[in-house]
């Protein structure tokens, strides 16, 4: 048997993902959660909105919590 453990996040934490954003900057803020994710680049101010598990596969660590 294979235990999951899922990644622990709340709304306004900053994450680190594992891609660079085309501006440079590799952080995210947290913006909306539920089925889907929100997430606002920290360089640009870009919205881009993740499926929960695309978002948790993607996101290497929590970078400051709110």
Same mark, same amino acid.
């Given at each position: 048997m294979?235990?999951?453990?899922?990644?622990v996040f709340?709304? @306004?934490?900053?994450v !680190?993902? &594992?891609?660079?954003?085309?501006?440079?900057?590799?952080?995210?803020?947290?913006?909306r959660m @539920?089925?889907d994710? !929100?997430? &606002?680049?920290?360089?640009?101010?870009?919205l881009?909105?993740?499926?929960?598990?695309e978002?948790?596969?993607?996101?290497?660590?929590?970078v400051?919590?709110?």
């Open positions: 294979i235990v999951v453990e899922r990644k709340q709304l @306004g934490d900053v !680190k993902m &594992k891609k660079q954003h085309p501006c440079g900057s590799f952080t995210w803020e947290v913006v @539920g089925a994710i !929100k997430i &606002k680049c920290t360089g640009c101010g870009r881009v909105m993740l499926a929960r598990s978002f948790e596969r993607k996101m290497v660590r929590v400051s919590e709110n």
